[in-house]
């Protein structure tokens, strides 16, 4: 085998799992159709349960140096979320271009000796029992590569997926949008100078959005009548965008540059499976949806940060029967419930009159304190719970909270302790015990003894940040039981622990 995992796409989910891998001492390559990085940006924020992850790497500090703005919350269809009702340090959208995001990670990938092979373009894929092997197209032609599993994180018209000879059921798009990164001149200020996205504050008759992205680029995305005439692969004019500039914040704005352009729809599908035997799916190649409440990149991320630890577990060969298979029982639903909850955005950014009366409905509602939580829970992600096997816990399959603790070395945050990308073992009480409960597994489970308000005597927590097992010291039993499936057989057999007195 050339490598263990072979991952193909070099867009942000495929970076952030071959970061995973590499990080876990995976054998990983990526293979990259473009010879270089576009530059290009279709998503322009990061939502919190994506911070939370990527905080677990110490990716997240140098993402917010790049970032252009903090927004406070987040939007469903520009109807304002407010983040803070969620137990979160990070209750805010970063508005960081997706080029930026994925300029990071490849910079990651050179200090994990993680090779990225780009101008290379899978055609052809076959497996066995064994391995999957890949035909790549590349500048000295055809050439083969073999690994025990490959990964399509391929985008929205992914070659694995098409290979696999499967299908994308759902819904095709009824609205086609154009997003144009724009130079304009505008003597008279009558676009807004700072960013608002992804809280989008137009005319609420309008059919645009505009913000400045950086280097005197605004983005700009439209979707008017005219547009709505057009078919999905006409190329797009500077007229065409100029005319619903002009449409949208008047005559005194004049377009003086398009650096990129592209028509898209709100489309709306999902793979039924997301594991084929040793090919799997992640990201835009599983699911795609409209980008409303900024939604795409974040699943993709979070797919890659599932997804990673389970493949590099199978590889290592320690991962219990089925581990693998929780990527898509997992992260399947998290994306349906995207799905749904876009084409309901969908329903609310069509501005004839009775949409509008039901986005005013939901603008009333979304007044509602409770209301807006559940809905900011959806977008944001902080909501998402695994339906995970023991015994309950209101902690059980939801992400660790980031708190604050003090140990015997000083304050640390739980964050902090998941950085060698193993799973964690962190007690409040009774040391001792879950010491000796999980020292067979500690070359993958770290070990952590703090004060703190956990509201739990210990937490397991996987490698992603999940809470898989929460309980007290009379519980350690149903501790070892959830250490073998999360973490495997242990590496030296247990002596029995036993509940002190
Ligand atoms: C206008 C717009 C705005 C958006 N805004 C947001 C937002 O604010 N927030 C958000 O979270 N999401 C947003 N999204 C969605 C987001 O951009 C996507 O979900 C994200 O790019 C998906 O990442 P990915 O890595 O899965 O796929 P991609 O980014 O599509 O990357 C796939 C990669 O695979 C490569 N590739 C394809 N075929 C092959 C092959 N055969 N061999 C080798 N390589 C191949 C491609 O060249 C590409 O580099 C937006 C999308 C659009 C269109």
């Given at each position: 085998m050339n490598a263990d995992v072979i991952v193909v796409g070099a867009g942000p989910t495929g970076l952030l799992l071959a970061a995973e891998l590499g990080l876990a001492g995976v054998r990983a390559v990526v293979v990259e159709r473009l010879a270089r990085r576009s530059g290009q940006s279709k998503a322009l924020g990061i939502q919190p349960r994506s911070a939370e992850a990527l905080d677990l790497r110490g990716l997240l500090e140098p993402l917010m140096d790049r970032a252009i703005q903090r927004v406070d919350g987040g939007h469903f269809a520009g109807l304002r979320l407010d983040y803070t009702a969620w137990n979160t340090r990070h209750p805010y959208s970063i508005g960081i271009p997706q080029g930026r995001v994925e300029a990071l990670l490849e910079e990651r990938l050179g200090e994990l000796d993680v090779q990225v092979l780009r101008g290379h373009e899978v055609t052809a894929l076959s497996q066995d029992a064994d391995g999957v092997e890949a035909t790549l197209l590349g500048p000295g032609g055809e050439s083969r590569l073999t690994a025990r599993f490959l990964v399509g994180c391929d985008g929205g018209r992914s070659t694995v997926r098409r290979l696999l000879g499967i299908g994308f059921p759902g819904l095709d798009g009824k609205l086609l949008s154009v997003v144009a990164d724009i130079t304009i001149s505008d003597p008279d200020g009558a676009v807004p100078e700072t960013w608002t996205l992804p809280v989008m504050t137009p005319d609420k008759t309008g059919k645009?959005?505009?913000?400045?992205?950086?280097d005197g680029v605004h983005r700009f995305l439209f979707y008017g009548a005219e547009q709505q005439r057009l078919s999905r692969d006409a190329p797009i004019t500077e007229e065409e965008v100029r005319r619903a500039l002009q449409h949208e914040f008047g005559p005194g704005?004049?377009?003086?540059?398009?650096?990129?352009?592209?028509?898209?729809?709100?489309?709306?599908?999902?793979?039924?499976?997301?594991?084929?035997?040793?090919?799997l799916l992640a990201g835009d190649a599983a699911h795609i949806h409209s980008p409303s409440g900024g939604q795409?990149?974040?699943?993709?991320?979070?797919?890659?940060?599932?997804?990673?630890?389970k493949l590099a577990a199978e590889t290592a060969g320690w991962a219990h029967d089925g581990l693998l298979d929780t990527y898509h029982s997992e992260r399947h639903p998290v994306a349906a419930r995207v799905l749904a909850?876009?084409?309901?955005?969908?329903?609310?950014?069509?501005?004839?009159?009775?949409?509008?009366?039901?986005?005013?409905?939901?603008?009333?509602?979304?007044?509602?304190?409770?209301?807006?939580?559940?809905?900011?829970?959806?977008?944001?992600?902080?909501?998402?719970?695994?339906?995970l096997p023991g015994r309950p816990h209101h902690l059980l399959g939801r992400h660790v909270p980031n708190l604050d603790l003090v140990t015997a070395s000083g304050p640390e945050r739980v964050a902090r302790l998941l950085r060698d990308g193993r799973g964690l073992l962190l007690s409040t009480a009774d040391e001792a015990t879950f010491a000796k409960a999980a020292e067979p597994w500690s070359a993958r489970i770290g070990r952590a003894h703090a004060q703190a308000e956990l509201g739990a005597d210990a937490v397991l927590v996987r490698p992603d940040g999940y809470v898989c097992w929460a309980g007290s010291v009379a519980d350690v039993s149903g501790l070892a039981d959830a250490l073998a499936r999360w973490a495997g057989a242990p590496a030296r057999p247990s002596s029995p622990v036993t509940t002190p007195e």
């Open positions: 645009g959005y505009i913000a400045p992205i950086g704005v004049r377009l003086t540059g398009v650096r990129w352009a592209s028509r898209f729809t709100d489309a709306s599908r999902q793979v039924e499976r997301y594991r084929h035997g040793r090919i795409g990149l974040n699943l993709g991320l979070q797919d890659a940060f599932n997804l990673g630890w909850n876009t084409r309901a955005q969908a329903v609310l950014l069509v501005h004839d009159e009775e949409n509008l009366a039901l986005r005013g409905i939901m603008e009333e509602l979304l007044r509602v304190p409770e209301a807006n939580r559940i809905v900011a829970g959806m977008i944001s992600g902080l909501d998402i719970r695994h339906d």
